[in-house]
Every structure is written in structure tokens, then in C-alpha cells.
């Protein structure tokens, strides 16, 4: 049987088996061989082809993965469906300790027995495994990267602490081209395809116990084991931040998921009803998804509601406000007595002192810098959003820089607006990158902060 | 009186005179100056400066407006606030057609008698006056351009039949910058700013019976004349479409709005109910704007609500029939028994002939042309949704060249999603440049063609 403890085998395997390696470049086995020798992976690699003697790619080939005669943490299975539970068989011989498919041609095209045949063999010789049908999994500490995509479709991540798991290869993979192009970064990426032996639940489990993983986000189609995953769900939601995007809500599309992954997607009510005890985060949309992953991947918990609003676009701030003030859980910030004198020492007339603070569009680093000092005393504000709108004349990179230099200091959750095309974007790049996360709507950027906040009152009932 | 049909000629001048014209870059009117003579504009250009001499930037300068002697179409003025009720004065006694104020300083900081004597000026020589605190206007086909931002700031919007009419400067910039980085051109920009004679009446009536304006959106803040704005918002909207951006919905915002441009923002119900009476479609926030005008500006009026769905990702078909199914108008399509016929034959054996259509990760040009072929003749398909994912196998611009060369054919609407980075983008823009609408998720798709169905189910019920 499957031991959910085990994809640590998968995710920081010391040696790696890959079984349908191939010279041909087009080969699946081929693209993932060579995956592993560029993203500079230090462990042992084994390619293996039963019809290839000699070398691939420089290294040794052997005919099966018996011939290898070391211990085997992780084989990657890419031979055609009908030859997979004999190569699994040989794993077994072979004491492999963990397996990925990426194979397809079982369960989710009507080849039921066969996937049953191969769940049989891995658990006969208590192999973990992935699959089949999967993408596999990525991380960038190890280096470990079983995709078979061509690589210049992807934007690489940067390491970080946000892992994702996913049922779907083609989501899965533009969401971590979508993760690439975001400041913060990734942890793991798991794929785990037709679910045949790992589920859900399994790597729920893992990656809940991974200290490596500081939030979980997951794309699912089904959930099997509708008991033992409210029960992981719930310890999950308890220990970290959990952010679930879940497809087949509708009739028309559970049937449209039943025949993408042969998943049973089940009563979408009740599953958000699970979803809501556990705590998790609730994404409707990949767009959602992004969002909230960002801002749980860089934020402090907030210590209360009220959040304070910095504007150089008047109608900006405005939206702003009817965003956060319809959230549902957020309030406007009331600035203390104190934080208004001092703005109005250090702010220019034409500045109503207010909140929604519109600094007007001629304001520039130093402005925004006055204003921010002022917040960050202010025992009324818990949380900032600063709005900067890179088309009017005062905003540049010094004020971006300036909101760089206060995000690294400041204790409060803080995060940007700034919408637009090639200048604002360049921008948004840098501040990203800097560790501030960027907002390119006001209706993101307060359900963003909404869920932070309901997650601090979720945790606060817990205890 | 303002007359609306005069903002003919603030559009199409023949002559303008740029009043507080400058030497001196940093200043407003040296910019306007300079935008008019970099855009080509080939109308006569007059610099007005009561302190200069000599040339500006190459033109005669005059010292006074009455100096010129010859009809002025347009006046943009640019005077500090003090300066511009005896400006306004001169314009008259010129037979200044209209005028643009852009300074600042007047009700919006409180100077409600500076901008009332204002209008009186302007009212008594009836000239038509777009301001005060606006950025002005913009057309592309007449090279009019009275906005004083830094031109690198702001992507260049292409000629076309969107034209957009904000209250605000700075969102309006903003609103801006983004139609510069769609595929759909720009028909006018007309920021209004305090609105102190030319309103949201008078601009919407203007816009209305514009031959060049295909679509309208607006982003308002308060509305002046009720009774006069339900009269034309119900003709414009039977005209063409109208998509608005409301903002000072909640009472926070609503206060917020007050002190940002003095507007009194009103009942959101009320003007809620208006907006749905006249037919506008309603955007929720500055991305849902751009998702409309984006479709409203390329597609045909859809014959009924029946989808079809094409796509390489499974999960992605899943999520997008999720939000097609919620939509609330729109239906997943049943395709008839001639176009499954044809898709058995045209698909390989993997692909579920089913709506949504998955043609899976391997998915090249030709399997998207053959289905696109196939479901082109359909009776039972009214719009067409293709789902992209650029990070699989089989999909690259080859695949991106089909869906253009398609879209060129088809007379049913069409829109693309694709979503990712890098790689994924630099296609994106191959296919709105070409005209076909992408979108970066399935729910503002869905919500996209939704709004289109609406409106052609609202004009129904208007015949």
C-alpha cells in the first residue's frame, strides 16, 4: 500500500531511475532525461531502455532497472500503457522504493483493468506511486522536475514555500507558468493524475507535515475518499493555510470532469462545506487562486480589520473603498487624532486628510514615503493598501523603489494596486520581486486581504 | 449653454489655441503643446502665453488669444486657477468656440465661487467648456490630444471604435493605458473631471449619436442631472452599447467619492436600476471593463445561448463549462448528430466527442482547425469558446496562426482563453492584434459572452 511519507522518496530522491529513456528527442523519456541533467540535479541518474545499448545523453544505459544493482529512490515510468505493469513488476524485483507514471492510456480512456493490474504490482512490492496520466512532480530545491513540457513554455519559479498540487496536467502547468511569472515561489509541484494509489489525501498529508511548505494550494476534479479527506483537510486547515480551486461545480461540468479524470466530483455544496470547516480558502477562479497564494505567501497575519487606504488616483481610491467596505469582513481604518496632525504637518494643502489618503497625481516618492511613516503607528490601521498609478506624472521607480525600502520594514500586511501596460508592468515586476505583492484590480486585492483576515479568525476559534 | 453637439468641435478642431503654452518642459502646457506637434495633429497650433515672446517649440506665440485674429475651434487652458475665469473672458470676446479647462483648483479643493464664476464666463459668450480638473480629450483619427502625461507612460491606443468618457483623471489614464495594451482601437477619450458645465448628460448624449463610437464605456463617480441622465442613458442605450463602471457604491465609498470630486454619488440601487432599465452592462471594476468593451467592440450579436467548448486541458474545459453553466443565460451546447458524426471521423480515438470538446495536450493546429470546421456548420452552437493552454505539447503559434485565420471566417462570435507567462503572452497579443478577444480566465469569459447574449436578448424586447 501506498505510505504518503514516502513522496519525501519522490521530492529528494538520491538516485533516479528513468525507464523509457530515449536518444529521440521527441520522446516523452527523452525531454524528462534531459530535464533532470539541465536543472543541474546532483543525485544518480539511470536512464534505462530495454531496446538502447550504450549511452544516453552521456550516460549509462541499462536494459532493466534490475541491471542497476544500487538502491533506486525514485523510477519515472514513460513506456507505453500496455508495458507499464510489467516495467512496475521490475521495479518491484528491483526494490524501488517510490514510482511516477506519466504514462497514459489507463482509467481516463476506459482502460480500468489495466491501471487496477498496475495498482496491484506497485502495492505486491509496497512501491509508492504517482499516476499514472501525471505531470509528476517539482522541486526546486532538489532540482527534481519530471515535466515533460518543453521548457521555454514555462517560467521557472524561484524556490519558495508555496507548494501546489493538482489532478489536472494542462491546469497544473499553467499554473506554475502563472507561478513563475509571481514574485513569490514555489515549494513543490505535484501532479498526480488518475490517482490510482497516491490521492488526495496522501499528499494532503505530506505536504501538511513538509516544513519546506508554508501554503498549500490545490486544483481538484474529485475527492476519493470522502471521509479520510475531511479528516486531513481538517488538521491541514489548522496547521497552514490551505487554498483549494475546485472544478465541477455545475452539472454540466461534474459530467464534464467525470470524463476528463474519471472523477467523481460529487456535491459541490457539501465539498465547500468541508472546505469551509477545515478553513480553507475558497477559489473560484485560477485568476483567485494566484491571488491568494500571494498574499499568504509574504504576509503577516493581520492583528485586526481596519485597513488603511493610500491613493495618487482619487477614483482609484474610491473603487478601493467600496471593494474593501463590501468584503464582508474588512472595515475603513479611522486614523488616530495623532496620525492626522502629522499628515497634515507633512502632507501639501490640496491633501484632504482622510482615508481613502488621495496624495493627488503629482505625488512622488517622498509624499507616499510621509504618509506611510504616519500609518505605521497608527494603532487604528492593521492593514495597508497602497495604490499607485504609474500613468500619472509623480509615480516612477524612485516610488516604487520607496515602497520597496517600506515594505521590508514595516510589521503590517501591505500590499499594492497598480494597473496598466508596458511602464506599470515593469514596475510591478520590480516591486514583485522585492517581496510586495501587486494587485492589478481593487476587487483582487480586498478579497485578498479578506481571506488573510478570515483565516486569523478561523485560526483564533481553533484555539 | 453648453451644447453637446459642439464637443464636435473640441474633437475635430481646426484651429486650437493652447493657452499657458510654455518654454518650460515640466510644464502643462509646454506638454500639451508638444503632444499636439508630436501626434501630427494638422490643424493650425497657437501658443498663447501672456508672458512670452517669440516662439514656443517652434510656433508663433501669441500674447493674448484676441491677438490671433483668426477662428479659434478649441481653447485648452492651462493657467493656474486664479487666471482662468478672466482667460475664459478673453475666449469670449475671441468667439472661442470651446475650451478645455485642465488646470485645477476650483470646487474639487473647495473654490466653489471661482468655478461658478467660471461658467458664468463661459455661459455668457456660450462657449461650450469641458472642466475644470480634467485631463481633456483624445482621438486618434483627428490626432487631438489634450493629455499632459508623459507620453512613455501610456501605451498608444490604435484607432478603432471604443470610446470612453471618466470623471476621473488619473483611473481614466489608467483605463487608458490598458486599451493601449488591447487589441481594440479607440474611438475618443473624454475626461470631464469636475464637470462644471459639459456633463455626463451632455458627453453621453454626444457619444451617442457619434458615428465613429461603437461601443461606449464610462467610468462616473456622481451623476448631476438625474431626470436628464435616465432620458438619454435609455436612448443610448437602445442605440449602442453602453458598459459602466460606477464607482462610491457602498457608503464609504460613496463618501470617498464626495471628496474626491466634489460628486454627490448618490443611491447605488437606484442608479443600479437605471443602468439595468437603459440596458448597460454593468462592470464591477476596471478589469470587467475591459473584458466587456473587448468583446462588445469585435463580436456579432450571438443567435442564441448555446456554447460550445474547445480545448487542450481538460481541467481548464471543466472550469470554463463551470462558468458557463453559472452564468445564468448561457447553455452548454448539445452538438447535433451530423457534427459528432464529423468529429468521430476528423478526432483521434482519445478525444470524447462531447462538449466541452478536450482534444488533450497533444493538440495541434490541425486538430483545432478540424473541430472549428465541425462546429462551424452546427445549428445547435451559437458562440464558440477555444481554450488554449500554450504550456502543453502540441501548442505553439502555428496552432495561434489557426485560430486567427479561423476567426477571420467564422460569423459566429469567438473568443480565446489562454492563460500563463512569458510565453503564453507574447501569443495572446498575436491574436488580439488580430482581432480575436482573449481572455486570462474562464469566468470572465463566460461573464463576457453572457453580457453580449443580454444585450442582444435586451434589444429584443425594445423591437
Chains 1, 2 share one sequence.
Do not use: W
Request: glycine share 8%; aromatic share 6%.
Amino acid at each position: 500500500m501506498a505510505n504518503f511519507r514516502n513522496i519525501k522518496s519522490m521530492l529528494k530522491p538520491r538516485s533516479v531511475a528513468v525507464i523509457g529513456a530515449s536518444r529521440d528527442p521527441d520522446k516523452v523519456g527523452h525531454v524528462i532525461l534531459q530535464n533532470y541533467i539541465n536543472s543541474g540535479y546532483d543525485g544518480r541518474l539511470y536512464p534505462v531502455n530495454k531496446n538502447a545499448e550504450g549511452k544516453i545523453l552521456g550516460l549509462k544505459t541499462y536494459a532493466s532497472v534490475t541491471d542497476i544493482g544500487s538502491q533506486i529512490d525514485l523510477a519515472v515510468i514513460a513506456v507505453p500503457a500496455q508495458f507499464v505493469p510489467s516495467v512496475m513488476e521490475e521495479c518491484g524485483k528491483a526494490r524501488v522504493k517510490t514510482a511516477i507514471v506519466v504514462s497514459g492510456g489507463f482509467a481516463e480512456v476506459g482502460n480500468k483493468d489495466l491501471q487496477d493490474q498496475l495498482v496491484a504490482s506497485a502495492n505486491k512490492y509496497s512501491i509508492t506511486m504517482m499516476g499514472p496520466n501525471c505531470l509528476g512532480v517539482m522541486d526546486p530545491r532538489s532540482r527534481v522536475d519530471t515535466l515533460f513540457l518543453p521548457t521555454y513554455k514555462l517560467s521557472k519559479a524561484q524556490i519558495g514555500g508555496v507548494s501546489f498540487m493538482a489532478q489536472s496536467g494542462a491546469v497544473g502547468s499553467t499554473i506554475l507558468d502563472l507561478i513563475g511569472g509571481e514574485g513569490f515561489g514555489l515549494s513543490k509541484f505535484i501532479s498526480y493524475g488518475n490517482a490510482a494509489q497516491l490521492d488526495e489525501v496522501d499528499i494532503l498529508n505530506y505536504l501538511m507535515e513538509d516544513d519546506e511548505t508554508k501554503v498549500i494550494i490545490m486544483y481538484l476534479e474529485g475527492i476519493k475518499r470522502g471521509k479520510e479527506f475531511i479528516d486531513v483537510a481538517k488538521k491541514a486547515g489548522a496547521k497552514k493555510p490551505v487554498i483549494v480551486l475546485k472544478a465541477g461545480k455545475t452539472a454540466a461540468g461534474t459530467k464534464a470532469a467525470h470524463s476528463h479524470t474519471a472523477a467523481l466530483a460529487g456535491d459541490f455544496e457539501v465539498q465547500e462545506a468541508i472546505f469551509r470547516q477545515a478553513g480553507f480558502i475558497i477559489a473560484q477562479d485560477i485568476s483567485e487562486l494566484l491571488y491568494y497564494a500571494k498574499i499568504f505567501a509574504s504576509e503577516p497575519a493581520p492583528r485586526g480589520p481596519r485597513v488603511a487606504i493610500i491613493t495618487n488616483g482619487g477614483g482609484a481610491g474610491v473603487l478601493t473603498t467600496d471593494a474593501v467596505a463590501s468584503s464582508g469582513v474588512l472595515k475603513i481604518a479611522d486614523f488616530t487624532n495623532q496620525t492626522k496632525k502629522v499628515l497634515a504637518r507633512s502632507m501639501p494643502p490640496l491633501v484632504n486628510i482622510t482615508n481613502p489618503l488621495d496624495l493627488a497625481g503629482d505625488a512622488g516618492a517622498k509624499r507616499y514615503n510621509d504618509a506611510l511613516d504616519a500609518l505605521e503607528g497608527d494603532p487604528n490601521v492593521d492593514m495597508i493598501i497602497v495604490i499607485m498609478l504609474f500613468q500619472t506624472p509623480g509615480a516612477d521607480s524612485a516610488s516604487a523603489a520607496k515602497l520597496i525600502d517600506y515594505k521590508s520594514r514595516t510589521l503590517k500586511p501591505m500590499i499594492a494596486i497598480s494597473i496598466g501596460s508596458e511602464y506599470t508592468e515593469m514596475h510591478n515586476r520590480m516591486m514583485e520581486s522585492a517581496g510586495l505583492p501587486v494587485y492589478d484590480s481593487p476587487t483582487a486585492a480586498a478579497h485578498s486581504l479578506a481571506a488573510l483576515y478570515r483565516y486569523v479568525l478561523f485560526r483564533d476559534r481553533k484555539r
